[in-house]
């Protein structure tokens, strides 16, 4: 799809279609109001019978029969001016791509002129006007035989780009290309299956992401893995007969700054080991990779945007089995942060990869740890499929990634750290146990995370509820999310111009 830029009106676009938002009770005012001039009054009616409300995604198709240059203009509701305007934006252009496209529309302009949405920075509106219509537009659907789509999106025009605010407006829509274009690439990834999505297809993914861009790639092999005393990552990978591997990425455009590090869960099938899961619904145990998919979406879009920013991807990649070989309940481990710790299960395995993984970031010198994961079905009782749980060792690091993922569209929520909540996790014969029990069970997964970052700020993002939905939205197909992939990004732009 070509993203283009333009100064023409939306009553002038020669397009198959316009889109134009409208608030909840408000009047027809801006560029909505003019198309409704132009189209005597068509719209207006429509609201007085009832058929337009504004209501938060609706959608109603107007023909607009010659009276402007294209043949449609769709009026999108954007909910009460009250609730969190830039979210129902991103979510009703999702919605409009959606319906547009299957209508048979392939060259849309967005009128959606701002002026309906109040208390937002207009480059915030754009950005969320870009990345909805990306994200809205993907099919899914990876592994069926060769599919015919009729009406595909061929161009997406912003229109009525000038005066002051134009060039902010074009930057923010290309940065929302690149990072719809990012979430769609990590939900490609978990929507794959595991018998093709294994380790080593992650570092393939890699390999060839670094080939066509400025990042430097590293895979660390079981050997290497071995040789760096990563005692907990290896033992998981033990069950399998796939390779496991431990995927660097790296971009580096400054020297000056913070060493940022991304590190993202990488089980690309989790059976819960020894510990096997319930067999209803394993086969969604594919997104166990999420957090690494989100990484590797995340570097791939750094990348493309030419941050200064020292940013380092690391994603411990394995398969979580049963086999003779596999690590049991009981076992004693050492990470290569010379901790050991007691297995009380092992379907408690990602946070044994990020421990690994979170050391080996400290060694390499990041000042700044963020690490994204489908860790706890704690956190899906917690906070449902609705946000992700967010945890740290830094308030001002933590921060930042709550500023970011509400710039990002994606809802998230802090949850404490306290010392009370440690000793669940003490243990009679090791430095901890890898399991505190029931309760807060996502807080006490973070505190083990916690005990492998020493004092670098650090922060936690469990996507567990977010990563995955269950059946189809108006906004979003079933399957993967892409969950954490924008507010990665946009964490790296804060982190490129310095934490506040």
């Known amino acids: 799809m070509e993203l283009r830029f333009s100064t023409e009106s939306a009553i002038k676009y020669e397009g198959d279609a316009v889109i134009v938002g409208l608030l909840k009770k408000a009047p027809l005012e801006g560029i909505v109001a003019e198309i409704d001039k132009a189209l005597e009054g068509t ?89 909805g219509t990306y994200t809205g537009l993907y099919r899914g659907g990876e592994c069926k035989g060769e599919q015919e789509f009729p009406h595909e999106f061929e161009e997406l025009s912003v229109l009525g780009v000038d005066g002051d605010d134009g060039d902010l407006l074009v930057e923010a829509a290309r940065t929302a290309a690149i990072a719809g274009e990012a979430t769609n690439y990590a939900r490609r990834l978990v929507n794959l299956p595991p018998n093709e999505v294994t380790p080593s297809r992650l570092a393939q993914e890699a390999e060839e992401m670094a080939a066509n861009s400025d990042l430097e790639v590293e895979i660390l092999d079981p050997e290497r893995i071995d040789e760096l005393k990563m005692g907990a990552f290896s033992a998981v990978a033990r069950g399998s007969d796939e390779p496991a591997c431990l995927i660097l990425l790296r971009h580096q455009q400054s020297r000056n700054g913070p060493r940022v590090a991304f590190v993202g869960k990488g089980l690309t099938f989790d059976s819960g080991g020894i510990s096997i899961k319930p067999p209803d619904k394993m086969e969604l145990m594919k997104q166990d990779m999420a957090g690494g998919a989100a990484v590797l979406g995340a570097l791939r879009a750094v ?63 990041a000042t700044h740890l963020i690490d994204v994961a489908t860790l706890t079905g704690a956190c899906i009782i917690a906070l449902g499929h609705v946000a992700a749980g967010v945890m740290g060792n830094d308030t001002a690091l933590v921060e930042a990634v709550l500023d970011a993922g509400e710039c990002a569209g994606e809802r998230m929520w802090r949850l404490p750290l306290f010392p009370e909540y440690r000793p669940q996790l003490d243990s009679r014969i090791a430095d901890i146990k890898n399991v505190g029990g029931r309760p807060a069970g996502t807080i006490t997964a973070g505190w083990f995370l916690r005990e492998f970052v020493g004092d670098t700020a650090w922060a936690h993002i469990d996507i567990a509820g977010t990563a995955w939905n269950e059946k189809d939205r108006p906004d979003q197909i079933e399957g993967a999310t892409g ?18």
Request: charged share 25%; glycine share 10%.
């Open 43 to 131: 719209i207006q009616r429509l609201v007085e019978a009832g058929e337009i409300r504004g209501k938060e995604s609706e959608i109603t198709v107007v023909h607009t029969g010659g009276k402007l240059a294209s043949p449609r203009v769709a009026v999108l509701g954007l909910g009460d001016s009250g609730r969190d305007p830039v979210f129902a934006v991103r979510k009703a252009a999702a919605v409009a791509a959606r319906v547009l496209r299957d209508r048979g529309c392939r060259r849309v302009g967005l009128g959606l002129h701002l002026d309906p949405v109040p208390a937002s920075r207009p480059e915030q509106v754009m950005k969320a006007i870009v990345e």
């Open 303 to 365: 990348s493309k945007m030419k941050l200064g920013l020292d940013l380092i991807g690391i994603i411990p990649a394995s398969e979580n089995l049963p086999s003779s070989k596999a690590y049991r309940p009981g076992d004693v481990l050492t990470a290569m942060n010379g901790k050991t710790i007691e297995v009380i299960s092992t379907d408690a395995e990602g946070r044994l990869l990020l421990a690994d993984a979170l050391a080996y970031a400290v060694n390499l010198g």
């Open 483 to 500: 969950a954490a992939t924008r507010t990665l990004i946009s964490l790296a732009e804060r982190l490129a111009g310095g934490l506040a």
